[in-house]
């Protein structure tokens, strides 16, 4: 059955705080995608990766970056925490390229910056 | 730049009922593929049904079918016989150039 982890499901950080957060597939899949999902604004994309170490900026890449070192994992890093930051954060897989590759999707993972 | 919208924040449809999705989109590649996402309340995102841009025929997937029309560049996602657990939030996506983006998402609520 396809997976796809994030390693918390509900996180709280302060301030000003690094973040991380980690995503890990288990399909052998190219693409990775980091969304953050608000009420009214739907899913909008901060980073995706097409392979090992490429990346591309999505449509609010500012205050984020991101790294992919292995082909299954995929991290999405808030610098330097903010408020306006608190939010659900949604990773996704899909196969290369294929306009038909359908993504899947993790858990969610739930951030509260206080 | 590409970009998806859905206009209906909200919906109401009466269980057994069909129901009409809005999507439109706006992309200058030629070549791309549209799908439709269903998310009920325990937050998963569930795929329902995928179009190509060169699809000649409507994608269907059991009671869901996809009236795509290019010249318009509309995607809409008809749900035919709604029942209770269709009620969800339903996201329009596309891809092209690797990107997936999606729309603002439409609350569908079915009343019984």
């Known amino acids: 059955d396809v997976k796809v982890t994030q390693s918390s499901r509900y996180l709280v950080k302060r301030t000003g705080e690094k973040v991380f957060l980690e995503c890990v597939q288990d399909m052998d899949h190219e693409n990775m995608f980091w969304y953050r999902q608000d009420p009214g604004l739907g899913l909008r994309l901060i980073y995706f990766?097409?392979?090992?170490?490429?990346?591309e900026k999505g449509d609010i890449p500012e205050g984020y970056s991101v790294s992919r070192e292995k082909k299954e994992r995929f991290s999405l890093i808030l610098e330097s925490a903010s408020t306006n930051q608190t939010s659900m954060y949604l990773c996704?897989?899909?196969?290369?390229?294929?306009?038909?590759?359908?993504?899947?999707f993790g858990q969610g993972t739930r951030l509260t910056v206080v | 730049a590409q970009k998806i919208t859905q206009t209906q924040p909200g919906m109401f449809v009466q269980e057994k009922e069909a129901v009409t999705l809005d999507c439109t989109y706006d992309t200058s590649d030629p070549s791309y593929g549209l799908f439709w996402y269903k998310q009920p309340s325990s937050g998963e995102m569930i795929f329902l049904i995928y179009q190509g841009s060169y699809d000649q025929q409507n994608a269907t997937e059991g009671r869901y079918s996809l009236n795509f029309q290019k010249a318009r560049k509309s995607a809409n996602l008809v749900i035919s016989a709604s029942q209770l657990g269709d009620s969800a939030m339903y996201f329009c996506?596309?891809?092209?150039?690797?990107?997936?983006?999606f729309g603002q998402g439409t609350e569908l609520s079915v009343k019984p």
């Open positions: 996506a596309m891809r092209d150039e690797g990107k997936l983006i």
């Open positions: 990766s097409y392979d090992v170490k490429m990346k």
């Open positions: 996704a897989s899909s196969m290369t390229g294929e306009f038909g590759s359908e993504a899947f």
